[in-house]
T-cell receptor, first 110, second 115 residues
Framework: QKEVEQDPGPLSVPEGAIVSLNCTYS??????FMWYRQYSRKGPELLMY????GNKEDGRFTAQVDKSSKYISLFIRDSQPSDSATYLC??????????FGTGTRLTVIP | DTAVSQTPKYLVTQMGNDKSIKCEQN?????MYWYKQDSKKFLKIMFS???????INETVPNRFSPKSPDKAHLNLHINSLELGDSAVYFC??????????????FGPGTRLTVT
C-alpha cells in the first residue's frame, strides 16, 4: 500500500464548475500537507499548503485537512481552462522529504 | 531568472551506458533533491542532500549516485542504464531547515529514454 493514495482521474469538468480533488494517507506522522500543480512537460509548483488539520483559502482555491480521517482535499471554485493540469498532493513529517500522491489529471472544458 | 535549472532537458541513450544529469539552483538553498516521475506520473524521492547529510531512499539502486560539487549544484550520475530507468527526473531545492513551509522548488525535469 502506498503511503499516499490519490485517484489519477482523468477528471473533466465544464468551465465554471467546482472541482474537488482528494487524497488519503496512512502515516499518522504527516503534519504538513501540500498541493502541487504540474502543467504538461513542466515541474511541479506549490499551490497550497496547510499545517495539521483545518482549512486554508487562497482565491479560488481551498485546501482542507482532516487528520482524524487521514484525508485531504483541494477545492477549485469557478474553474478555468488555465486550471487544466495534473494536481499532486504531497505531505511530510517534520523532515524535508515529501511523499506524493500519483496526481489527478484535470481538464477544464471551455 | 530560472530558480532551479536542469540539463539536458531530453536524454536518449542505450542500455548499458553511463550518463549524468546536471542541476543548479540560484536560490541560496542548502538542501537539494532528486525525484523520479514514472510514466504514471508518480513522483518519488530518490535523494535529499545538504552540506552535511545525504539521505538515500533505500529503494534506489546503487547505480544512481548524486554528486555535489558545491551547494548550488547536485548532479545525478547513472551507471549501466536499464530500460526501467526511463522516466522524468526532477531536481528540487528547499531551505535547509524544515519549517512550517519548506517549499520545494522544482526544476523543469529531464526526460530520460533508455533504448
Amino acid at each position: 500500500q502506498k503511503e499516499v493514495e490519490q485517484d489519477p482521474g482523468p477528471l473533466s469538468v465544464p468551465e465554471g464548475a467546482i472541482v474537488s480533488l482528494n487524497c488519503t494517507y496512512s502515516n499518522s506522522a504527516f503534519q504538513y500537507f501540500m498541493w502541487y500543480r504540474q502543467y504538461s512537460r513542466k515541474g511541479p509548483e506549490l499551490l497550497m499548503y496547510t499545517y495539521s488539520s483545518g482549512n486554508k483559502e487562497d482565491g479560488r482555491f481551498t485546501a482542507q485537512v482532516d487528520k482524524s480521517s487521514k484525508y485531504i482535499s483541494l477545492f477549485i471554485r469557478d474553474s478555468q481552462p488555465s486550471d487544466s493540469a495534473t494536481y499532486l498532493c504531497a505531505m511530510r513529517t517534520g523532515a524535508n522529504n515529501l511523499f506524493f500522491g500519483t496526481g489527478t489529471r484535470l481538464t477544464v472544458i471551455p | 531568472d530560472t530558480a532551479v535549472s536542469q540539463t539536458p532537458k531530453y536524454l536518449v541513450t542505450q542500455m548499458g551506458n553511463d550518463k549524468s544529469i546536471k542541476c543548479e539552483q540560484n536560490l541560496g538553498h542548502d538542501t537539494m533533491y532528486w525525484y523520479k516521475q514514472d510514466s504514471k506520473k508518480f513522483l518519488k524521492i530518490m535523494f535529499s542532500y545538504n552540506n552535511k547529510e545525504l539521505i538515500i531512499n533505500e529503494t534506489v539502486p546503487n547505480r544512481f549516485s548524486p554528486k555535489s560539487p558545491d551547494k548550488a549544484h547536485l548532479n545525478l550520475h547513472i551507471n549501466s542504464l536499464e530500460l526501467g530507468d526511463s522516466a522524468v527526473y526532477f531536481c528540487a531545492s528547499s531551505p535547509a531547515i524544515a519549517r512550517e513551509v519548506s517549499e520545494q522548488y522544482f526544476g523543469p525535469g529531464t526526460r530520460l529514454t533508455v533504448t
